[in-house]
């Protein structure tokens, strides 16, 4: 707050205080007001809250320290509106359009649209808009929202809106995974579409691995998801001796755990002879690949190949993942 608002250590207690009241001011403006309750907001200026209120009702009847300002619309009436929106929109909305919602600084339903993207559509769906209140106004942005994307060891991701694999570890600028899920340029994305980023490197056969370059928004945490309802912390990547337990994570079966068999196995694939692999006897399935290798809180690899399955038993193969930091140049990001 002292960065973000230009505030003193002493201005942030204040500001923390002052929006203490504010909270509980609005609890009981909204239900003094009742029906005539047309919204409220903190106002950094007076320091207190300002309550929006419709007609007669906008005289100040709380006895609290608020700002009360008159206004043309009740909140209920604006809600009814943007509701309406909803119901005749929803998914269905133009490119264009970016959204909507109740403003009550305002005290009207804003629509907001992209600039660039202003065609007939929008311009209907503008005109259909207003002819449901005078209320409503158009705001014009610059850009479109996109929903960020988290990664998380083990999660999922999208190559090229096509194939899946799994996520091996969060580094600083991306996260690391196999090489055969895609090639330098390849977009990945989550598993609502949203864009992660694209291939930044990638290495298959000889090497089996790889890492993605993600784009800005994208939140990258130090953790291993569990599919057990925890996420697991990484905290380095020392590695383990043969014969130490290790427990894989990935998207098609989960987290499961047994012990390092051998290291720097050959294994020869049908699209050619990959190096330095780990040996464990540890299940996994198609999509589990790239998905990450923990040992404690110890990363370890992420997911070749192998052979079997999760219902029978198998032997999985995984890339170690210091090589692949070294590689390129790459660090962790730990928790």
Not at 88 to 116: E, I, L, M, S
Request: charged share 15%.
């Amino acid at each position: 707050m002292k960065r973000d608002f230009g505030l003193t250590a002493e201005g942030v207690q204040t500001r923390l205080a002052q929006e203490d009241k504010a909270r509980g001011a609005e609890v009981v403006a909204r239900k003094l007001y009742g029906a005539a309750y047309a919204g409220s907001w903190f106002d950094p200026a007076a320091g207190k809250l300002a309550v929006a209120v419709a007609g007669d009702a906008a005289a100040d009847k709380t006895g609290l320290d608020v700002t009360v300002v008159p206004v043309a619309h009740t909140y209920a009436q604006l809600d009814a509106v943007k509701t309406a929106l909803d119901r005749q929109a929803g998914k269905a909305a133009p490119a264009g359009v970016n959204g909507w919602y109740v403003d009550v600084q305002t005290n009207a339903v804003v629509v907001t649209v992209n600039r660039h993207k202003v065609d007939a559509a929008v311009t209907g769906f503008i005109d259909e808009a207003k002819a449901l209140h005078r209320a409503v106004r158009v705001v014009q942005e610059d850009h479109s929202p996109v929903p960020y994307a988290d990664v998380v060891g083990g999660w999922p991701y999208w190559i090229n809106n096509a194939g899946r694999c799994s996520i091996g570890f969060a580094v600083y600028g991306g996260f690391v995974t196999a090489g055969h899920c895609g090639t330098p340029g390849s977009q990945a994305t989550d598993q609502y579409g949203a864009l992660y980023g694209y291939f930044a490197g990638s290495t298959f056969p000889y090497y089996d691995y790889a890492w993605v370059q993600t784009v800005a928004g994208v939140n990258l945490w130090g953790y291993m998801e569990g599919y057990d309802g925890y996420w697991y912390y990484v905290r380095g990547s020392a590695q383990v001796p043969v014969g130490s337990g290790v427990c894989r994570s990935g998207s098609t079966t989960g987290m499961w755990c047994n012990y390092i068999q051998a290291r720097n196995q050959t294994v020869n694939y049908p699209q050619g002879v990959v190096y330095n692999l780990t040996r464990t006897n540890v299940c996994a399935q198609p999509g589990d690949s790239g998905g990450s290798w923990l040992s404690s809180n110890q990363a370890q690899g992420v997911t070749s190949g192998g052979s079997g399955n999760c219902s029978t038993g198998g032997t999985t193969y995984y890339q170690e993942v210091n090589p692949i930091l070294s590689a390129y140049g790459l660090s962790l990001i730990l928790t």
